[in-house]
Every structure is written in structure tokens, then in C-alpha cells.
T-cell receptor, first 114, second 117 residues
């Protein structure tokens, strides 16, 4: 069984400030990790993913995430946020290899304040 | 390139009515999924399919049925709608993970907002 914990349900941040959205996971097997973004009234789209290799993963729109196996974390960061980053962000985990269901966290709403 | 298309986008049902949500994908993906999204609960998997003609239960299957008669379509049915099924429903699809190489992303539709009164 696997699970994902997003520690913050809402994160307000001023425009041009840095932000970190936290994600912890648990799994008994090797994992793949994802961050998805959902803009208002839209479906989810992939922001970035970690499969293997470098633990620092860069995604679209200037976001990056770092995989930390010892702390079972996959926190999402952006050095300077923009108003257009206001959205809900979902962390997700799946087992690696073959067919594995994806488990989503409950989401973190990022509110960028002008 | 449409990706994943859901119909309808909005629907209001009376308790006890039935309806079918249609999901169509044009990416030749093997896997398709139906999720429901509720405030504070994230996305929960209702049913999924690993290929044409196959379906399986997810976390919250009760009250729903699905069919995957064609590879590109995945239908979600509510036989007798209840207010607890008021939610936003998302369909998603993903490609078949290669052996030892996976991590395929899921592609999502725009969602169907269903209200049961």
C-alpha cells in the first residue's frame, strides 16, 4: 500500500516570493513521484515527475522538486511565484514497474497575493 | 489533438435518476480511469481499466458502474443517483508502462461537474 501526505491545505504567498509545497509519501516498494497542477475549472496537468537518477527534477513554469529517499519527501519549490501560479497542486505516487495505480494527495491550494 | 474529452461538462440530476458520463481519448492509451474530486479529499479512484473489455474497482466504486467496450472510450454510469454523488468527475488515461520503464503520466479531461438534488 502507498500513501501521500500533503502537509498544507492552503499556502498564501506574496508575488515574487519563494514558495515550497510539501509532500511526504510512504510505500513499501520503489516509487515514481509526480506533481500535478490544477488551474480553476480545469483538469490536472503534469508539472514534473521523478522516475530515477538525479534527485532534483525540473518542471514547467520554473518549478522544481527534490526527491529525498531518507525523508520520503518530494517537496515542490519555486524561487519566485507569479499571480498565474495560483492553482491547486497535487502530489502523487505510484509503484515503479508494470502497472501501478497512482495515489494522489489531497492537494495544496497556492494563493499568490499581489 | 483533443487528448481526453469528457461529456457532459455539467449536469444536474434528481435523486434516483440515472446517467452516463462519457470519456474519450485519442492517444491510443491502454489505461483509463475515473476519479471523483471532493473538497479536502483530493482525487479518489472510482474504477479503472487496463485495456479494452476490462474494468476493475478503485477506492470508491459503490454506486457506479463502468464499461470499456472500445479502447478509446470509458463510460461511467450512475444507476440511481444520490446526493452523496455530487462531485466533480475526472477521466484520465495513460499509456501502457514498458517493462522496467514506467512513470507514465496521466492525461486528464476537463471534468464533469455533477449535482444531485
Amino acid at each position: 500500500a502507498q500513501s501521500v501526505t500533503q502537509l498544507d491545505s492552503q499556502v498564501p504567498v506574496f508575488e515574487e516570493a519563494p514558495v515550497e509545497l510539501r509532500c511526504n509519501y510512504s510505500s513499501s516498494v520503489s516509487v515514481y513521484l509526480f506533481w500535478y497542477v490544477q488551474y480553476p475549472n480545469q483538469g490536472l496537468q503534469l508539472l514534473l515527475k521523478y522516475l530515477s537518477g538525479s534527485t532534483l527534477v525540473k518542471g514547467i513554469n520554473g518549478f522544481e522538486a527534490e526527491f529525498n529517499k531518507s525523508q520520503t519527501s518530494f517537496h515542490l519549490r519555486k524561487p519566485s511565484v507569479h499571480i498565474s501560479d495560483t492553482a491547486e497542486y497535487f502530489c502523487a505516487v505510484s509503484g515503479s514497474g508494470g502497472y501501478q495505480k497512482v495515489t494522489f494527495g489531497i492537494g495544496t491550494k497556492l494563493q499568490v497575493i499581489p | 489533438n483533443a487528448g481526453v474529452t469528457q461529456t457532459p461538462k455539467f449536469r444536474v440530476l434528481k435523486t434516483g435518476q440515472s446517467m452516463t458520463l462519457l470519456c474519450a481519448q485519442d492517444m491510443n492509451h491502454e489505461y483509463m480511469y475515473w476519479y471523483r474530486q471532493d473538497p479536502g479529499m483530493g482525487l479518489r479512484l472510482i474504477h479503472y481499466s487496463v485495456g479494452e473489455g476490462t474494468t476493475a474497482k478503485g477506492e470508491v466504486p459503490d454506486g457506479y458502474n463502468v464499461s470499456r467496450l472500445k479502447k478509446q472510450n470509458f463510460l461511467l454510469g450512475l444507476e440511481s443517483a444520490a446526493p452523496s454523488q455530487t462531485s466533480v468527475y475526472f477521466c484520465a488515461s495513460s499509456s501502457l508502462p514498458g517493462t522496467g520503464v514506467g512513470g507514465t503520466e496521466a492525461f486528464f479531461g476537463q471534468g464533469t461537474r455533477l449535482t444531485v438534488v
